[in-house]
């Protein structure tokens, strides 16, 4: 009875004190890091013990995608980044995908513009 009775002294003590809130003092504390960067989507979003990404998903095959998050999906879609094969394939669509064939020089083409 006795050590209940200190016990609940200690406790009331600390908390008039201010020492056992989740409040300032406490994010004083917080020095661990629990996610670190993801390999697929380059955010710091993959949590270290559970080994998933909060993010993309991954290790999962496929992305994490939501459709109550419409401008999270926005800023990761098609467009935002740099589009290195995307860019040329639209380009060679616009052109009909022809390959084999060589340009006529600019030079050959004012010569039989000015003779017709």
């Known amino acids: 009875m006795h050590a209940l009775n200190a016990f609940q002294d200690e406790l009331s003590t600390r908390l008039r004190k201010g020492t056992m809130t989740k409040g300032?003092?406490?994010?004083?504390?917080?020095?661990?890091?629990?996610?670190?960067?993801?390999r697929r989507c380059g955010r710091s979003s993959y949590h270290i013990q559970?080994?998933?990404?909060?993010?993309c998903g991954?290790?999962?095959?496929?992305?994490?995608?939501?459709?109550?998050?419409?401008?999270?999906i926005r800023r990761r879609t098609t467009g935002t980044g740099r589009m290195r094969h995307l860019k040329?394939?639209?380009?060679?669509?616009?052109?009909?995908?022809?390959e084999g064939t060589?340009?006529?020089s600019q030079k050959k083409r004012t010569q039989t513009a000015a003779s017709n």
């Open 24 to 38: 300032t003092q406490a994010f004083g504390k917080r020095h661990n890091k629990t996610h670190t960067l993801c």
């Open 50 to 55: 559970k080994h998933t990404c909060a993010s």
């Open 58 to 72: 991954y290790p999962a095959a496929k992305k994490r995608v939501y459709q109550w998050s419409v401008k999270a």
């Open 88 to 98: 040329k394939v639209q380009r060679r669509f616009k052109n009909g995908f022809r």
């Open 102 to 104: 060589v340009a006529v």
